[in-house]
């Protein structure tokens, strides 16, 4: 056994002889902070209730993690494709833009022939 001064090897050695076993014990400066010795059997059915507790939300929180990953990689697959039909529509407006410019000086050309003729 570790004691690591000399209140808690006081303390050790005034705990009854069964408690040595896996114990635990700090001195605070208000006196005793814990202390413990061998679980007992109760002691150990409701750790092990307690560890089949745990593992229980552990799982839950495991498969609520990778659907929630699941669902995310979708959304993301989701992004992607707008993405890409974003893009297109970027080269279509663009393409439609130069057409309007191309329209546009057609436009003029065609307006100032028609003012020339007037003249």
């Given at each position: 056994?570790?004691?690591h001064n000399l209140c808690n090897t006081i303390l050790v050695e005034a705990?009854?002889?069964s408690y040595h076993y896996n114990m635990?014990?700090?001195?605070?400066p208000y006196g005793l902070i814990e202390a413990g010795g061998d679980l007992r059997k109760d002691d150990y059915e409701m750790a092990m209730s307690h560890k089949n507790d745990l593992n229980s939300c552990l799982e839950k929180e495991v498969y609520k993690h990778n659907n929630t990953r699941s669902k995310l990689q979708n959304i993301q697959a989701s992004l992607i494709v707008t993405e890409s039909h974003t893009s297109r529509?970027?080269?279509y407006s663009s393409k439609l833009y130069e057409y309007y410019k191309d329209l546009q000086n057609r436009t003029n050309i065609a307006e100032e022939?028609?003012?020339v003729s007037k003249m």
């Open positions: 056994m570790v004691v705990l009854d002889s635990a014990a700090a001195i605070g529509l970027n080269i022939v028609l003012y």
